[in-house]
């Protein structure tokens, strides 16, 4: 066989090379490695022999060419024959192309049309919706077909199929490919003996790529199924490349021009690596390379932290997180979060005021993998093949995003008991014992995130994920209040009310400063990616009513750390073609910047003692929320608040609490608000009253109570006794519990005397009501003790207990031990 470079037989071979890869990408054959090297040593040496196994001989050419055109993103020039390497996807998924886009030859059921189309489009579980998990096709229909209208000349160089998302396998196993630049006349695709039929599913999940063998430039593409398994259904993208045209208002109004100097790649583990490493080394003065742990794997769950002062935490300086890829196959925020380290790193050289400003006054921690072990699954088959769920959860079979201790029923059985705050605080919810056991139950993930989300006070903090295109806001998890609960309302039912958060507005503000910046997240006119848009066209949306989950880590940060934490779902596609990022940057870029610089919004301080000493762990309460913060080791707190006027009150241990009031403006910054408390006595009653089993103390009497001294009572004996200030008093004298009986007798006889006398001297002529006004006297309740008017003697001759016996305690028994049981 003569291979020499210009022959007819190497320009036969290229053709035949071309075309088989196309053919058996469409059948997915195996790439064992010993063929590969076997192809490898007759490809070079040019001893190519002439009888070979036809199977083995594609398979051959398929992987060695894989291998050459592994990284090939334009067009190739082998020999002067184009190779051409896939165009991207023209956005069947993320929903670029449009519904109006797509026409059909017939529907089953209204809830698959044309709409429904979209590879990984996932169906709802209400059938009378529009929803469903695929295009299907009417059965008694014959000739069934699917049109794209991709309005502009397109180079059309493949399409991926997938089956319906249902519990039933229904799939289209072959098809045809037909093209027109009219809609009328149409060109099925031909192989050069015969029409070209593709290869589809042989499974409802997994996609399936066709690559045609030279590119075909149409505006039109139809997908003609010929046989499939059980309905006749299919979900798509469809591959293809614009052709240039100058002239075309269309295009330009669509190009995106990047302005921002950023790797625009996707980053498998070593890659991610090698880049975060450069960042550290090209910032060092604001940048700190560092890890949260190790993931199932044993793979490093890496960190950047982007401060001025980087390892160390400035009093008053808050603390934000960004955090992506809880699910390994939701690639998109991974890479934002790697451009966003090169984009602050750049800008912070080149002295751009607004990110200086927000590098100098934020300690940023960014972690754009937390799930290294799923994402390398997803990357090995790439952005378009792999299917919906690969890679979303850990080696070990967690979604880490939902994997967080439950606190949210411990709070709320709490409250309907009536325990919060006084038993249970309504803040830094303890995890309950036994949960973080080694029983398998909670990822090493998670707890890498839970160690590293209670060592730092974060403020703020958001977690990127994809799969939608929206703002979600806690609570996560879903459970009716107590009185629907026993008004015995269902789930879903109108007059149902779910139990809410209590920084409702503040969340609400927080999810649409995002949304609002976003390039496209509030233009909902099409729906939502799966469904109906369920944002009401804001693009934020409460996740309790949207899709509940327990356990997620944004109701867990609220409940056991300061931390407010929201889910930012970045796109219907969550593992975009490479070609896309750019796209998707400019789309984030703003909304990133002015989600950060949300964290100083509210009120900031220090509580101190009166010596200037910080207090940690002081309770910092806004009046009017049922949500406490706390003060970190330097003292130091922020609380985020929306505009208005607060009443705040910071209480420690051992110091009495002090109220002040604190204004938020509309302002950029946050408002200082710090404090400085008084030590109280506090400390040394509650000792004192463990001593005596924490009950009320007797104190015995001594001296004489008809000496002449004043009667004392101990105000540290009943804390906050409506009876304090009321008692006579004497040096160590004590009253008995019989003698405040008489003395409750003798007060009960003088009123009586006083309503008889009254009753007795009230006649109509005025000068009977002038001469008892002037006799008896007026009441003074209201100025005068009410033992101020008792004459001494009285009080002495009917008093028969000697004062030396006398003992004095409260009449009423103060219990001082609570326990859950009580409620």
Known sequence: MNLSLGSSEYETFLRTFCKTLAVFKSLQMPNPAK???????????????????????????????NILCEHVVH???????????VCPPLGMESHRIENDQLLTSSVYQHRYGSHRARLNIQASGDED??????????????????????????????????????????????????????????????????????????????????????PVVARYIRILPQTWNGTMCMRMEVLGCPVPDHLSQYQSQNEVMHRDDLDYTHHNYLDMEKLMKSISDECPNISRFYSLGKSFKGLEIYAMEISDNPGMHETGEPEFRYTAGYHGNEALGRELLLMLMQYLCKEYKDGNPRVRHLVDETRIHLVPSVNPDGHMKAFEKGSELGSWTLGHWTEDGHDIFQNFPDLNNILWDAEDKGMVPKLISNHHVPIPEGVLSSNGSVAVETLALMSWMESHPFVLGANLQGGERLVTYPFDMRRLTKESEEEGYGEGEPEEEIRMIEDQSLFRWLAISYAS?????????QGGCHTDDPTGGMGIVNRAKWKPIPGSMNDFSYLHTNCFELSIFLGCDKFPHQSELIREWEHNREALLTFMAQVHRGIKGVVRDKEGNPISNATVSVEGINHDIRTGESGDYWRLLNPGEYRVTARAEGYSPFTRLCVVGFDPGATYCSFDLNKSNWDRIKQIMALHGNRPIRLLSSGNRGSGHRYTYSRNQIPNSKFNNQFPNSNGGDMSKARLRQLRIMRIRRLRQQRLLARNTTTPPPTTTT????????????????YGSWPLGEFFEENTTSPEETELTDSLDYNYNYTTDDY
């Open 129 to 214: 919706d529009m929803n469903g998990g695929a295009w299907c096709a009417n059965p008694e229909e014959k000739i069934n077909w699917i049109e794209l209208d991709a309005r502009t000349l397109t180079e059309f160089t493949g399409i991926i199929t997938q089956g319906r998302d249902d519990p039933i396998d229904d799939y289209v196993s072959s098809y045809y490919v037909a093209f027109s630049n009219d809609s009328r006349e149409w060109t099925v695709l031909h192989d050069g003996y015969a029409e070209w039929l593709f290869f589809g599913n042989s499974d409802k999940n997994t996609p399936v790529l066709s690559q045609f063998m030279e």
């Open 35 to 65: 063929i590969l090297l076997q192809f490898h040593s007759w490809f070079f040496s040019k001893e190519i022999p002439n009888v070979l196994p036809a199977y083995e001989t594609h398979a051959w050419m398929y992987l060695y060419f």
């Open 75 to 85: 067009i190739m020039f082998l020999s002067g024959l184009r190779c051409v390497s």
């Open 771 to 786: 001469t008892i006004t002037t006799t008896v006297p007026p009441t003074t309740e209201s100025t005068t003790p009410w």
């Open 517 to 525: 910046t976003h390039h496209t997240m509030t233009q909902t006119h």
